[in-house]
């Protein structure tokens, strides 16, 4: 069965520090790969994605994501951090069923930064 | 972000009510999900709808009970709860089966009492 696993539930960084948030996951097949961020009071809101091909993937508000098959990982990274990025940041991994596609997400990571 | 929505925002409900969550997605999506999201939890997901058909019922009591009249509506429908219930539930969209984007509403938080 897919799994993720995101080992820092919180993380504290100074405003304009890089950031790293970590994403391992558990898949059988190439993985759809999915970061997504959540404001208090919020929806998800999806920051980037990696299907295929280059496995360096831009997203929304300067992030960015590294997919490496031999880690099974996909990090998050920012190289200076905002204030306005202080939030919940999920990853997940997507997949096909019968059903129709599925994602199953990580238990997520709080991000908090300091000014 | 106004592709997704989900009315009310915020719920309270006793044990014995009945009341029903409504999504909405003007994306022209062909697929819609309920997840539920609980404090210290990864985000459940509880049903999947292609084309007006649920294809995914995620073991969820029946107590909780999806209507799909369109593709664009989604509707939970929730009587006698009980207070571990009580989460913030999550809508979102992907333009169908094989598309592998969802897009989320902001959710209602729902307190059951």
């Known amino acids: 069965a897919q799994s993720v696993t995101q080992p820092d539930i919180h993380i504290t960084v100074s405003e304009g520090a890089s950031l790293e948030l970590r994403c391992n996951y558990s898949?059988?097949?190439?993985?759809?790969l999915f970061w997504y961020v959540q404001s208090p009071g919020q929806g998800l809101q999806l920051l980037l994605k990696?299907?295929?091909?280059?496995?360096l993937v831009q997203g929304i508000k300067g992030f960015e994501a590294e997919f490496k098959r031999s880690q099974s990982s996909f990090n998050l990274r920012k190289p200076s951090v905002h204030w306005s990025d202080a939030a919940e940041y999920f990853c997940?991994?997507?997949?096909?069923?019968?059903?129709?596609?599925?994602?199953?997400f990580g238990t997520g990571t709080q991000l908090k930064v300091e000014l | 972000e106004t592709g997704v929505t989900q009315t009310p925002r915020h719920l309270v409900m006793g044990m014995t009510n009945k009341k029903s969550l409504k999504c909405e997605q003007h994306?022209?999506?062909?697929?819609m999900y309920w997840y539920k999201q609980s404090a210290k939890k990864p985000l459940e997901l509880m049903f999947v709808?292609?084309?007006?058909?649920?294809?995914e019922n995620n073991s969820v009591p029946s107590r909780f009970s999806p209507e799909c009249p369109n593709s664009s509506h989604l509707f939970l429908h929730l009587h006698t709860l009980q207070p571990e219930d009580s989460a913030l539930y999550l809508c979102?969209?992907?333009?169908?089966?094989?598309?592998?984007?969802?897009?989320f509403g902001p959710g209602t938080r729902l307190l059951v009492l």
């Open positions: 979102a969209s992907s333009q169908g089966p094989s598309e592998e984007t969802q897009y």
């Open positions: 898949y059988g097949a190439t993985p759809y």
């Open positions: 990696y299907f295929s091909g280059d496995t």
């Open positions: 997940a991994v997507g997949f096909f069923t019968g059903g129709g596609n599925k994602l199953t």
């Open positions: 994306l022209g999506h062909n697929a």
């Open positions: 709808y292609n084309f007006k058909e649920q294809t």
